[in-house]
């Protein structure tokens, strides 16, 4: 498999003219397991760990290798495992809050050309968590496409309904499928070019892996059935970029419990641009729409031409953001069990 097949293009390849490569390879981080990590380049995938040094640079968990990455690395022990010297910049990246109070933010993956994003007709339908991935995707450039999965179990006009509301929000970027027909997969996996990476998001239990195993054509990562009320039963526990049949690379990533976005300023802004546009007119360039004079966002919801509904979903989104950007900036600054980590590894460095 040659790194283009892998999805190295001449953006890397520029940006790794600009670092010192001497001596080392370049290869994909294909998974990522709590500091463990496995990179693949074009003659093997080995078990990672990062070099000392690189440990030494690192002050926030954003910097750590995650699945997606371009890394430099050194081979060693007869090339069957490596260390990481340093990795590319990201082109485009998914990131999340970190689940509950721990460290800032958390990377889902990096270099994803597009977000699969995943909901299930039963149980897991959710226009509002979708808005959430959607500018998640945003924020970090990456394109989104909407899956709806398991279109087998509900009457065919349900599907088209859901299927309408979900393409409405993701501007048409939406189809249906199901696992167990097989209808829908083709559509899909001819929209998946080779060399192209794609990243599975979505609720615990909607039937991301046993998609990736569809698209493998064989069952190569292990499944499990929902619980009576539809809770997923979080199966797939780590990150992992496998090769599919056509020539994509995709990555499946663990059901999200909790989904903070951060930072995402920007993806708001091109998820709700009717509210931007409208923002531009009002009289104070900092206005919140709130009691300001002159206002023209609360001047089109009064003429009924933007959705009170709407407005409101913006502005809980924008706090949220807000909320994540500040805590992500002071946990970074108070997160203590990540600096001992860091202490630790510089000690065991002198020593
Ligand atoms: N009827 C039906 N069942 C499906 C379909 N896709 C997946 N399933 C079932 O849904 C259950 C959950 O599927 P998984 O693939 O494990 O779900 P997941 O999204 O990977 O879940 P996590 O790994 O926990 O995040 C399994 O029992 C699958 O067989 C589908 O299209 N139709
Ligand atoms: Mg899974
Ligand atoms: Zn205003």
Redesign the pocket.
Known sequence: MTLQELGYNTWFEEHAALQNTKGCAIARITAVDRGFCLVRDALREVPAELSGRMSFGIDSPEQLPCVGDWALVRHCNNDTFAIIVGLLPRRTFLRRRAPGAGAGCQMIAANIDLALI?Q?C?FDFNPNRLERYLVMALDGGVEPLVLL?????VPEEEVERKLGVLRALARGKAMS?????GSGLDELRQLLAPGQTCC?L????????????RLMGRDV??????SGTGE??????RRQLCTLQGGALLV?????RELGIVGAEEGLEAGFEDIAALSAQCRYADCRHGNEPGCAVRAAIERGELARERFAHHLKLRKESEYNALSALDKRRKDKTFGRLVKAVKKHMRD
Not at 177 to 181: P, W
Not at 202 to 213: A, D, I, R
């Open positions: 995943v299930s039963q999965t398991k279109t087998d179990l499928l199901s696992n167990v027909t599975l979505g609720s615990s239990g909607v039937g991301k892996t046993t998609l990736v195993n990562f292990g499944t499990q059935t929902v997923g039963r979080h199966t797939t526990t499946d990533t663990p059901g999200m």
